[in-house]
């Protein structure tokens, strides 16, 4: 049996408002991606991750949807989104499309029709209660955006629920009428030939929002189940639902067999290096040894059954090399390091915008220079728990949205060669010396690197389906591990600091054979004492 094409892609994720801009209005679109689909196409990807370009009023930078099958004007129209699967398709590229229906806009035609009255007929496609006892929400269940999930409707005398955004009304997935127009939105995407779908916050679907839940409610696998009856069966496609509550132990009610998803994105290695009073809100290092237990164990759990995403980075996330690597003295060595760390384990490795150059996180002097809804709602919720002004904006810096969606970054000419009018949000101010065409120049860069890491995976099974065997878990600055297929070897081994150290390569690691990948001199072998310059990595290949 071969293997689904997904599983020997690799994926490059879009944030369309930050990646192109043709028409100069300073927000990306749809052409500007299509002007660049050869620089995809060299990198040797198999599938776009197209974040949302659907009609919206943009109070979330699309993940509002006021019209599911229209594009948003500032992003092109549908002739043009047409243009750009047949583009892509030309060089093999699939779309994956973003489906985000946990919620939609309150600009959308259902909930302007919701809110009119008690009893229109498109009020149960959300969900709306009666005020609490004392007049106030009827729960205390709050909004990732901060404050109260809950927003008042003053003309119907309701609150109606948003884990979002008010801007965010959450859908009714309880109601079979609304799932039968999601199932129907869904199928007259993939008629259109789009490859897949990455499914918003899918975990929340299932949610009892009377009894506090929220995450892996008690429906989720209901709806999933029946979407796959109904929209998925018999389609070779890509679906992965992004799933916060995801774990080791849950994950194959997703994607294992029977499963409704190719896979999923969890993040526990994110989630690792949260504070538990601050959450992301504050500016911590992540510990290796914890991110790297994360990791294994996740390999591990779906080891036989079941499929992993590999992401180090997207748009809700930091740049990897300002986030693990060092984005300073080592950018380079560093970001090409943390690449053969993901690319090599078993699964679909996601490339976000930019990463593939080595792009870097941004920095903003006062809150008021962030875009982004989630850190002006959240900065109240965490000043409320104790947290000065300072020690938040530290935070935002470190792990805001905003720093890693500054513009591609393409060449050294004004805003990066990004739009020839004024970026909705400024261009990192190291574009001179970052940017895609120094980069590509470079045949010792981090994009020869990336294309390299991508043609392996196609040309070499065990990347693939090599069994995975962690390595010196406990070492504090060396990431190791080995791949076994067919009685050959693969061992990768990093040092993930800015110090040379000698290393001891466990027995169960040996190897000797063919240098399948380095960011420094190749080595032919690795046994026993290994000394490892500052971020270096390397992997070798042996029978
Ligand atoms: O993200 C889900 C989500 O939970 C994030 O907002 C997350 O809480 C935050 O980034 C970490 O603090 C998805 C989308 O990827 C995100 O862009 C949307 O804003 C969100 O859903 C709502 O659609």
Known sequence: MHDPWWKTSVAYQ???RSFADADGDGVGDIAGIVSKLDHLADLGIGFIWLSPVYCSPMADNGYDISDYRAIAPEFGTMVGFDRLLAEAKARGIGIVMDLVVNHSSDEHAWFRAARESRDNPMRDFYIWRDPGPDGGPPNDLASYFGGP?????????????HLFDRKQPDLNWANPALRAAVWEMMNWWFDKGIAGFRMDVIDLIGKDPD???????PSLFDHLAEMQREVLDGRDVVTVGEAWSASPENALRYCGQGGALSMVFQFSHVTAGWDPVFGKWTDRKPDLVALKRVFNAWQSALAEEGWNSLFWSNHDLPR?????????????R???????????MKGTPYIYQGEEIGMTNTRFDRLDAFDDVEVHGQWPDMRARGLSEAAFLAGANAN???NARTPMQWDASAHAGFTTGTPWLAVNPNYP????AADRADPDGIFAHYRHLVALRKARPIITHGRFVPLAEDHPAVWAYAREHEGQRLTMVANLSGEALGFALPPEGAVTGACLVTNLAPRASLAGAI???????VAVLGP
Do not use: C, M
């Open 14 to 16: 879009i944030y369309p």
């Open 149 to 161: 999930a809950w927003s008042f409707d003053e003309a119907t005398g309701q609150y109606y629920f």
């Open 211 to 217: 009894r506090g839940i929220t995450a892996d409610g």
């Open 320 to 332: 990897a090399v300002s986030k693990y690597g060092d984005d300073g003295e080592w950018r380079v």
């Open 334 to 344: 560093s970001a090409k390091a943390l690449a053969t760390v993901l690319h090599l």
């Open 400 to 402: 805001g949205r905003d």
């Open 433 to 436: 010396a970052i940017n895609a």
């Open 531 to 537: 000394d490892l310059a500052p971020w270096e990595a």
